[in-house]
């Protein structure tokens, strides 16, 4: 996608020394800032302090992550340590742990002086995968929305947190859709909600005004009364992790806009690759659910009356703060799911029918 015109993925590798560059997603959208990656330590700072984020960027950088830590020394207790420290960063979007599980069925066999050019190799492997997914999902979201938009030819779209190019390598998730809707000539219009406490929907208004995409912003809490008010054509979400059933876990407030839609009968879609579905777990009551620091509800950013960014104290650092950084969204409540293979319906037969080699027995 676009930044000031100019065609950028989320992360590109730099051959010589060997590091990443990322964008750092904590500057934003204030400063536009490129920040370089070198080591296991920097990738493992940048996805804690959420530098780099969203569930298939997270898993992008963990891998090249891995194959930083094998430039000096590859050998299993190095390989293992690497990916034990990177697995330990964040624990609900599951596009981490498969990342890693990749990276450590690829290497294992290998002899460590092999190691740190294949790693470097498949993450890469892995970040071209991620675009040609999100295109595609891209692709098949349209086909959905494009119902819609009916005669009117025109779209009012919602969507919640940041599931955009920002959160991928390339096109994002459920903004994917909504690119390839404006880019096919309908009128879509999207209501982003703010997304406290990180405000990862001014991630969201950044990316789709660079795209030049018309949106609105709006507190999260207003979410249900444009619902209810009718007029909207979709709420269309991303997701951390998606369980065998169908259920989804995904940025906090996710919930509600399905609740809220449901009650105002406006359908509930929800975007990922097959990086973010986990076949290995049921049902979504066993998705652990991140817990952040309570300095993301006490602290806000913002810009001074000078245009400088820093940070505001809005309660005291002793005030007792609950900050879950996800919740979980039942199947029941989601009205398809869009993948880079189609779209079905939320549940295990849907799912298998877009992924048949996961059928076991
Ligand atoms: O805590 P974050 O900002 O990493 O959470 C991001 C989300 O919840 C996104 O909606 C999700 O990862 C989908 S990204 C394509």
Known sequence: MKVNGKLTRTIWPLADPRAVDVIDQTALPYEYRVRRLASLEDVRHAICSMQVRGAPLIGVTAAYGVALALVPRADDDTLLAAIATLAATRPTAVNLHWALARLQACLTPLAPALRAEAAWLEAARIADEDVEQCRRIGENGLLLLRSRAGARGRLDLMTHCNAGWLATVDYGTALAPIYAASAAGIDVHVWVSETRPRN??????????????????IADNAAGVLLARGGIDAVVVGADRIAANGDVANKVGTWLKALAAREAGVPFYVAAPRSTIDFACPNGELIPIEERPADELCIVRGHDAAGRPGDLRQLPADEAVANPAFDLTPARLVSALISERGS?????????????????G
């Not at 990862?200 to 995409?213: F, K, N, P, S, Y």
């Not at 549940?347 to 076991?360: F, K, M, N, Q």
């Open 200 to 217: 990862q929907g001014l991630l969201t208004a950044w990316e789709l005004r660079q795209q030049g995409v018309p949106h609105t912003v």
């Open 344 to 360: 079905c319906p939320a549940s295990g037969a849907g799912l298998l029918s877009l992924y048949p080699e996961e059928r076991h």
